[in-house]
């Protein structure tokens, strides 16, 4: 099931639109942001009792 999210980039501030594949359960991975281009680590936390989720922007470098 995909959602549909906004998130702030990191890097630009922008806020942009991001898909959200929550059928494939809580998972970390890099997406590039639509404005600047440089890569943005998703964080998604999928509660898998309600399909709730939360999902964390960071760079590279935050760790």
């Given at each position: 099931?995909?959602?549909?999210?906004?998130?702030?980039?990191?890097?630009?501030?922008?806020?942009i639109?991001v898909?959200?594949?929550?059928?494939a359960g809580?998972?970390?991975?890099t997406e590039d942001?639509?404005?600047?281009c440089?890569?943005?680590v998703m964080?998604?936390t999928?509660d898998?009792g309600?399909?709730s989720?939360?999902?964390s922007?960071?760079?590279?470098?935050?760790?």
């Amino acid at each position: 099931m995909t959602e549909f999210t906004d998130i702030a980039c990191p890097y630009c501030g922008e806020i942009i639109d991001v898909a959200v594949d929550v059928s494939a359960g809580s998972q970390t991975y890099t997406e590039d942001c639509q404005v600047c281009c440089r890569p943005i680590v998703m964080r998604l936390t999928v509660d898998e009792g309600d399909d709730s989720f939360s999902l964390s922007a960071s760079t590279e470098n935050d760790g």
